[in-house]
């Protein structure tokens, strides 16, 4: 529910912003014929390739107060021409005939995951912060922040909820993709993409001792709240027998257990449960 909140904001507020008639278009081409352009709005991004082809024989003299293009001639049907535009901001064009139309450039906005990092590695069960630098410096401003988990929706920041902040909490070990898209008011969009590792927990029996006629280690890598089996075998000789002694909670990332020395050779491991 989250994520259609946040888009239907996106939609609502690309749709107050912009105000123009509902023929927009995300393309780089404007067709010119006796019933006007081909859209009434014609939305790309900076120092992309706009092309204009008369449909039929004209004659079309494209031109803008506004663009430094000078006027483009299409003659006959099938005369095209092309321009690119370098800065951000509305151009009003006009055919040479009567038609009117709007060019909408757009800076795109930037967009980088700065927290975590890319190639990063984690312990399961991995919990940090997903951070997005994002900004944009047109006159569109920047709309707000997507944020992706594997290909899934995680949450959306709206360009007043900075930090662009979400939280990951609990992920498993794996290989996992974050993906932030960052929004402009103009429809434009910028990704970034980090990989990250979450490795399995390695759980290590440390420091033993016989304290007190007791055989004593410690247990560390488990996790807190975790349920830790202390397990013993007299012959690491396949196939082995373990006896499970005793089981505790572990309340931190150590846990220490403690067995009464008896005669004979004696193996110990703990075993975390799931």
């Not at 509902?22 to 006007?36: E, K, P």
């Not at 014609?42 to 120092?47: D, F, K, R």
């Not at 449909?55 to 001639?73: F, P, Q, R």
């Not at 290590?204 to 007791?214: D, E, K, M, R, T």
């Amino acid at each position: 529910m989250q994520r259609v909140k946040h888009r239907w904001a996106f939609i609502l507020a690309v749709a107050l912003l912009v105000g123009f008639a509902s023929a927009t278009a995300r393309a780089g081409t404007l067709h010119c014929s006796t019933n006007g352009f081909s859209t009434s709005l014609l939305n790309v991004l900076t120092n992309e390739l706009i092309t204009f082809i008369a449909d039929d024989n004209g004659n079309y003299a494209v031109l803008s107060y506004n663009w430094a293009a000078g006027t483009i001639y299409l003659p006959q049907a099938g005369s095209t021409g092309t321009v690119t535009l370098r800065f951000s901001g509305i151009y009003n064009i006009e055919d040479g005939r009567g038609h009117y139309g709007i060019i909408y450039v757009n800076i795109p906005p930037t967009c980088k995951i700065t927290n975590p990092t890319n190639n990063a590695v984690f312990t399961a069960p991995a919990s940090f912060d997903f951070s997005v630098n994002a900004t944009n410096i047109d006159q569109d401003q920047l709309m707000g922040v997507d944020f992706w988990l594997d290909g899934n929706y995680l949450d959306g920041r709206l360009r007043h909820q900075q930090p662009f902040t979400v939280p990951v909490t609990n992920l498993g070990p794996g290989t996992h993709t974050l993906r932030a898209v960052a929004v402009d008011y103009g429809e434009a969009a910028t990704s970034d993409t980090v990989t990250i590792t979450v490795q399995a927990p390695q759980i290590l029996l440390a420091s033993p001792a016989i304290v007190g006629g007791n055989f004593q280690f410690n247990v560390t890598g488990v996790t807190s709240g975790k349920s830790i089996v202390m397990q013993s075998a007299t012959s690491v000789a396949a196939p082995i027998s373990w006896l499970s002694l005793r089981t505790n909670v572990a309340v931190a990332s150590s846990i220490s257990f403690t067995n009464p020395v008896t005669a004979g050779a004696h193996f110990f491991r703990a075993v975390q449960l799931p």
